[in-house]
């Protein structure tokens, strides 16, 4: 059924002059959508941990103090969220996954990588994906302490990938060997998830 | 009774009245009208011509004796995406899609009984006047209580007729309580709805009462979990909640 | 909580009354007092009063005792996804 086009509702904007910085079928957003499939966890930073673990030599985890005495890196990329919106030139502070996986040494089966979050988000990720400055771990956006509301302590961030694939509240990230869905791509959603492919769903 | 499968059907705009600054009624005229309860909602859809959807829900305002129409009271949103269309651009003689009624959680009518608190928070209101509408469509004489937050007097959707309700029907109590700014001379409430406040209202109907929260989520919560502690039975309450706050 | 200004992802949930038209879409009958048994924490509720969360890629109904997911539901252009391992049970009326 094609249904009623509401007179005079123009939906969202895909403005002429970004419009080739938009991946298909997504719309320009300028403030900062909040979107979760939970309550906020609110883990005491004395009690968080990051951890790289599964097929790894031997476990690593670091403490708060210990994660931010970390070199970092400063990025401006841009966003997409698989519900439509796009938000450009968002600022992070963080520290990127090369930096992280050089605290160990990944055994040649563990091509993939699971994301766990406090709340029990997953979401899975082709290691070769998040290496070579395509994936970081943020604690700062637009230059101050990430929010909770938007995943502080600390988040995933990689950019390349639709904005599910950024989990919120990082508390590790699990070697394995083979590309196990998570959170959403376990209930229809693409298992890669690239904007610009229009990899929203599984079948796409 | 097997139910009427829920499609979406387009309502025609008969009516719109302001109510406050910033909330607005609009009656409807739909193609399969049927009697709702108290309560109920409708979702509401639009689509723009490159085909992107989005829908909301609103709560029914009017009573289910107001046959044939369907009155929803919508708060502006700001930076929304819908509620600005319907103050905005939406005419009277535009059609909208819609579904309904929907909910059978969030639901009062007379048969179910009293006595009836109702606890609402800015356009939370608007499903607990469908309940008292119905109340005095009724004649129904259950005892009743409205406790109704508000920033301030301009705030208040349905004064006019929550006032003439209170003051024509004696089994009937009304509470404002306004949080930003209370009118001038104000002696009432003046503070978010908090458990002192409740055990003030609830009072003459103890463990007894019927109750029905809607609003905005961190009241609703607020509310909820003081009735909880006041060891009211959870089956007595239903809850709505509405998400944040419009600013 | 009796501040508006609390946690911003609390103030944006919402309850199963805010997709009961999908349930009934799913389900072909209201189903906010249809009785959800949490898996996780054993306690009932109706899911008209299930926590809900709805901006995101889906739903997901949550145990308003414990927090533990309890459904989700995906909509694609080309199917719906239900997964409900977090309920022990659901529990309805015979067919009105």
């Not at chain 2, 700001?78 to 003689?93: A, C, F, I, R, T």
């Not at chain 2, 899609?97 to 009062?108: H, L, T």
């Not at chain 2, 109907?205 to 009241?219: E, I, S």
């Not at chain 3, 009961?20 to 189903?31: K, P, S, V």
Request: with cysteine; glycine share 8%; net charge negative.
């Amino acid at each position: 059924m094609a249904g009623l086009i509401s007179r005079g509702f123009l939906g969202r904007r895909r403005p002429a002059e970004v419009e080739d910085r938009l991946p298909p079928g997504q719309y320009l957003v300028t403030d900062f959508p909040v979107l979760s499939a939970g309550p906020t966890p609110h883990t005491p930073l004395d009690q968080w941990s990051f951890t790289i673990d599964g097929l790894v030599k031997s476990p690593v985890s670091w403490s708060w103090d210990a994660f931010k005495k970390l070199a970092t890196e400063t990025y401006k990329v841009d966003i997409s969220c698989v519900t439509k919106w796009t938000k450009l030139d968002t600022k992070w502070l963080g520290v990127s996954v090369d930096t992280l996986l050089e605290a160990v040494q990944v055994d040649p089966m563990g091509r993939f990588v699971m994301a766990y979050s406090d709340g029990g988000y997953t979401t899975n990720l082709p290691l070769a994906e998040m290496v070579k400055g395509q994936a970081f771990v943020a604690y700062q956006f637009d230059d101050k302490p990430l929010e909770p509301v938007h995943g502080g302590p600390a988040r995933l961030v990689v950019p390349h990938l639709y904005f599910w694939k950024s989990a919120k509240w990082i508390r590790g990230l699990r070697l394995m060997e083979r590309n196990q869905p998570g959170f959403w791509e376990s209930l229809g959603y693409h298992i890669h998830g690239d904007p610009w492919k229009e990899e929203r769903y599984s079948g796409d | 009774m097997v139910q009427p499968a829920l499609e979406w059907q387009a309502g025609t705009v008969t009516a719109i009245r302001p109510e406050t600054r910033q909330t607005k009624s609009f009656t409807f005229a739909l193609p399969k009208w049927m009697a709702h309860r108290p309560g109920q909602h409708y979702d509401v859809r639009l689509t723009a011509p490159d085909g992107y959807r989005t829908e909301r829900s609103y709560s029914i305002a009017s009573p289910p004796e107001q046959v044939g129409e369907l009155e929803l009271s919508v708060e502006l949103i700001p930076d929304g995406e819908v509620s600005p269309y319907l103050h905005d651009v939406l005419m009277l003689g535009d059609q909208l899609e819609m579904r309904g009624p929907i909910g059978g959680y969030f639901v009062w009518d007379v048969a179910i009984g009293g006595p009836l608190l109702l606890v609402g928070g800015g356009s939370g209101v608007v499903p607990l006047m469908a309940m008292l509408r119905h109340r005095a469509a009724k004649h129904a004489t259950l005892p009743a209580r409205l406790l109704y937050s508000s920033r301030s007097a301009d705030d208040v959707i349905y004064r006019d007729e929550l006032d003439s309700l209170a003051a024509s029907d004696p089994t009937f109590a009304l509470f404002y309580t306004f949080t930003r700014e209370p009118p001038v001379g104000w002696t009432g409430y003046r503070r978010r709805i908090d458990g002192a406040m409740l055990g003030e209202v609830i009072k003459p109907f103890d463990k007894r009462a019927r109750v029905y929260v809607c609003g905005p989520t961190l009241l609703v919560e607020a509310v909820a979990n003081a009735l909880v502690q006041m060891e009211l039975p959870i089956e007595q309450i239903r809850t709505e909640r509405f998400g944040p706050t419009g600013t | 909580m009796d501040n508006d200004d609390g946690d911003m992802n609390t103030a944006l949930m919402v309850d199963g009354n805010a997709v009961a038209g999908q349930l009934e879409q799913i389900f072909g009958r209201d189903m906010t007092m249809t009785v959800a048994r949490c898996a996780g924490c054993a306690r009932d509720a109706a899911m008209g009063a299930l926590l809900a969360f709805i901006r995101g890629p889906g739903v997901v109904l949550r145990c308003p005792a414990c927090q533990n997911s309890i459904a989700r539901i995906v909509e694609t252009p080309t199917a719906i996804y239900l997964e409900a391992r977090g309920a022990a049970y659901l529990r309805m009326a015979p067919q009105p």
